[in-house]
T-cell receptor
Framework: NAGVTQTPKFQVLKTGQSMTLQCAQDMNHEYMSWYRQDPGMGLRLIHY???????DQGEVPNGYNVSRSTTEDFPLRLLSAAPSQTSVYFCASRQGSEAFFGQGTRLTVV | GQQVMQIPQYQHVQEGEDFTTYCNSSTTLSNIQWYKQRPGGHPVFLIQLVKSGEVKKQKRLTFQFGEAKKNSSLHITATQTTDVGTYFCAFYSSASKIIFGSGTRLSIRP
């Protein structure tokens, strides 16, 4: 009963490096989203997907790419990491009204 | 785009006192959701309200959706240490996107 699985849990990157945050769900949900959480700013939507092959931008998409080749997986790519991308990243999936969140990835860019 | 403002940002109460957080929008919302995030954890869905003037209760938690569907509140009666965390309101800005408020962090003095 895994739900939404995010890897890694922690990551430190140097400025300019690229990396992919992984997100997988086993609930056959159509909708998946990526959020970043910064102190005092709540959860801000980065990108979202309504199904395999379909993605769209959220509130803060710059510096991030996504793809959705399968229903299960929704990776988030940081193209060239910047200190401003230091944050906690959450992946979420849903089928109905309730969103299910992964455990989060704490990313530090130095 | 549509946003919700959440107040207060922080609330520190004595155990046993009541707690209320408010969520306000300048535009009419089709629905409002509430999530709880424990310290170090991920957001967990609590409830969704869709009807004007709707009131729902979950044990010591009471959720309200305003008559004009522009505001909502979460009230906790007689707080306990297990209530500690950040409470977020959220709404669907379209059929796909869930947008979150900035949250209210609740801390409790035993």
């Amino acid at each position: 009963n895994a739900g939404v699985t995010q890897t890694p849990k922690f990551q430190v990157l140097k400025t300019g490096q690229s990396m992919t945050l992984q997100c997988a769900q086993d609930m056959n949900h159509e909708y998946m989203s990526w959020y970043r959480q910064d102190p005092g700013m709540g959860l801000r939507l980065i990108h979202y997907s309504v199904g395999a092959g379909i993605t769209d931008q959220g509130e803060v998409p710059n510096g991030y790419n996504v793809s959705r080749s399968t229903t299960e997986d929704f990776p988030l790519r940081l193209l060239s990491a910047a200190p401003s991308q230091t944050s906690v990243y959450f992946c979420a999936s849903r089928q109905g009204s309730e969103a299910f969140f992964g455990q989060g990835t704490r990313l530090t860019v130095v | 785009g549509q946003q919700v403002m959440q107040i207060p940002q922080y609330q520190h109460v004595q155990e046993g006192e009541d707690f209320t957080t408010y969520c306000n929008s300048s535009t009419t919302l089709s629905n409002i959701q509430w999530y709880k995030q424990r310290p170090g954890g991920h957001p967990v869905f609590l409830i969704q309200l869709v009807k004007s003037g709707e009131v729902k209760k979950q044990k010591r938690l009471t959720f309200q959706f305003g008559e004009a569907k522009k505001n909502s509140s979460l009230h906790i009666t007689a707080t306990q240490t297990t209530d500690v965390g950040t409470y977020f309101c959220a709404f669907y800005s379209s059929a796909s996107k869930i947008i979150f408020g900035s949250g209210t962090r609740l801390s409790i003095r035993p």
